[in-house]
């Protein structure tokens, strides 16, 4: 006679019977590596917010996403961090991220290079805008042509101004760039999961907070409807960050869209969960655990400052 209750404990039995019943993975090609790039050459500086993870300059960038892409990395995100702030240098062919691009293109031609695109570490005052929504988005779209023009095969505008897409869309078009693509940060929150990035990338708001343009907490509904705005304006992809505290919403995005959406593993849960296992406190599991949850939840790929050790096989999950 058959049990009158069903058994699930034979298919965690062993590592290979779980394996067989594993509905999700991570694989290097799901990753995408945030840089934070700076000014000179031989520079590898230590963030002391985010143990692990350096600011580079373009040379040594280059080097080591050569040195990555042999082990499987696919993707970078950059961002610039200039010594001096001052807006139009985010434009400038010069700027720092412009000058980067062609150095890592040449040095590892297959890589996939995505630029954020944001005034914050840029301006005096550490603010993603300069006041006015639409004078912001003709900054924005400025950018975005100077890293298309670059080389970037993607830009990733990270401001939450309103029809920045369709401002950054209208001018690839004008300057006959048509063919790069747009990742937009367009369910981004105003978490306090980003202090770690601010020291990273120098652009802590001198004054106030993100809250007057960034998506607020408790709303899910609000980022389907500004998911939708931007693919509506010609995003190609779309991102959700921060990830963890966010995970109903990329779930929500993956049923509502069919572009890819990413989940961005933000600084704040990076430090945290790598402070955890550092003191003692927690596995080092707990890391593989919390990127699986990002793809179980629908996402795409993972924008994550773990990339490396996901491409070292220090972090994976079996
Ligand atoms: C700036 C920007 C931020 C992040 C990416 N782009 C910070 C912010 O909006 O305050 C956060 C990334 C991270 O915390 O890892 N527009």
Redesign the pocket.
């Known amino acids: 006679m058959n049990d009158p209750f069903k058994r699930f404990r034979w298919r965690r039995v062993d590592a290979a019977t779980r394996a067989k019943f594993r509905e999700t993975t991570l694989a290097a090609q799901d990753f995408i590596w945030?840089l934070f790039l700076v000014d000179g050459h031989g520079v590898c500086e230590n963030i002391a917010a985010m143990p692990g993870v350096c600011r580079y300059s373009a040379d040594v960038a280059a080097e080591v996403v050569r040195e990555y892409v042999g082990r499987g990395l696919r993707a970078v995100l950059l961002?610039g961090v200039p010594r001096e702030k001052g807006i139009a240098q985010a434009w400038d062919p010069q700027g720092i991220v412009a000058r980067a691009i062609p150095l890592i293109a040449a040095a590892a031609p297959q890589i996939e290079i995505i630029t954020?695109v944001?005034?914050?570490?840029y301006t005096h005052d550490g603010a993603?805008h300069v006041g006015d929504n639409d004078t912001t988005c003709e900054y924005l779209a400025r950018i975005a042509v100077s890293h298309a023009r670059a080389g970037a095969h993607w830009v990733a505008p990270?401001?939450?101004m309103d029809g920045r897409v369709w401002f950054i869309r209208r001018a690839l078009q004008a300057a006959g760039l048509a063919q790069t693509r747009i990742m937009s940060?367009a369910a981004?929150y105003a978490?306090a999961?980003?202090?770690?990035?601010?020291e990273?990338?120098a652009?802590?708001?001198q004054a106030g907070d993100?809250r007057d343009h960034?998506l607020d907490p408790p709303n899910a509904r609000e980022a389907l409807e500004e998911i939708a705005a931007d693919i509506e304006e010609g995003a190609a992809a779309v991102i959700v960050?921060?990830a963890l505290t966010y995970l109903d919403v990329i779930w929500r995005a993956r049923a509502a869209v069919q572009v890819p959406v990413i989940a961005?593993?933000?600084?704040?849960?990076?430090t945290m969960l790598r402070q955890a296992v550092a003191a003692g406190m927690a596995s080092p599991r707990i890391i593989a655990e919390t990127l699986i949850s990002m793809k179980r939840a629908g996402a795409d790929r993972i924008?994550s400052?773990f990339t490396p050790d996901i491409l070292d096989g220090t972090i994976a999950w079996d």
Do not use: H, W
């Open positions: 945030p961002f954020d944001c005034l914050c570490s993603c990270s401001d939450m940060y981004k978490s999961y980003y202090g770690p990035f601010r990273a990338a652009c802590t708001p993100r960034q960050k921060p961005y593993n933000v600084s704040g849960e990076y924008i400052y």
